[in-house]
């Protein structure tokens, strides 16, 4: 009775320990979705990292070029002004001798005419 005893618990311990391990393999196997499910998207991140990585490039020289672009228009616009200045600057020192000029020549006019 006691042999028959045993040999129920070691069946019964079998069939548990049958039930765990179909367990562990059912576990094992969702384990495994779940990784192909993670690399999967690993990969759309990674791809989706990579254009970023492209499109911020292109942007970057996007900008550079029309900051540079801008610059050069600014650098032109000043040497405009610049130009502009001794242009006005020469005509003031023309003015200036013309002036000088006249009021000389008015003084020597009004000491003839005393």
């Known amino acids: 009775m006691e042999q028959e005893k045993f040999q129920e618990y070691v069946l019964q311990e079998l069939q548990e320990n049958r039930k765990f391990q179909e367990y562990v393999l059912q576990e094992l196997q969702e384990n495994r979705k779940f990784q192909e499910m993670v690399i999967r998207q690993l990969q759309v991140l990674t791809e989706g990292q990579v254009k970023l990585e492209a499109n911020l490039l292109k942007l970057e020289t996007k900008i550079e070029n029309q900051v540079v672009e801008k610059l050069r228009g600014l650098y032109d616009d000043r040497e405009m002004q610049n ?3 001794d242009r006005i600057e ?3 020192d023309k003015i200036e001798a013309d002036t000088s ?3 000389v020549r008015a003084a020597k006019l009004e ?4």
Do not use: F
């Open 101 to 103: 000029y006249l009021v």
């Open 90 to 92: 020469r005509r003031l």
């Open 111 to 114: 000491s003839i005419a005393k």
């Open 83 to 85: 130009d502009r200045m």
